[in-house]
């Protein structure tokens, strides 16, 4: 565990951290002064606190980060690289398809997610995206591709068989 050195006003700084796939909350993470993070340079997680304080990336491992960004004292939920058991679990044999797009600084969720088995997903995707993705165990998809495969605009709720 490392030092937390006190944020002036907010103390330990606590954030609550939801999981990157379902959204849901995964558990707390404390700041302190380190009110930012780092966007990976390998696989684009942000990472809290930021990579060279807190080590490398827990995603896969790298140890460069760019585009630091820094939090307001408003911004009390983020979204850390932390999945929940449940996620973790479905991960095994599926992909999640997450509904959103490319920002400056990242990727903006704007809808639901569903589970996709892995063979599914093999047979329709291809590009370069693809393999990513089987890594990554995630995609996020364009609003334009989420509605040209049908996709639901409400979030179902348990993992799909497809």
Known sequence: MSDIYLHARLGVNPRMT??????KASGIVLLGTR???DICCDCGVKV????????????????HGRDRTYLSDDE???NAPMICSECEGHMKTRIALIMAEQVKG???I???MVWIKEEAWKEIASGPEVEQSLKMRAAYLSLELWDKLGLPHEAPGTPDEK
């Open 18 to 23: 939801t999981c990157p796939i379902c959204r």
């Open 35 to 37: 009110n930012y993070y």
């Open 106 to 108: 990242g990727t903006r």
């Open 76 to 78: 009390r939920q983020i």
């Open 110 to 112: 704007l809808g639901p």
């Open 48 to 63: 809290y606190g930021g990579i060279t304080e807190r080590g490398p990336c827990p995603q896969c491992g790298c140890k």
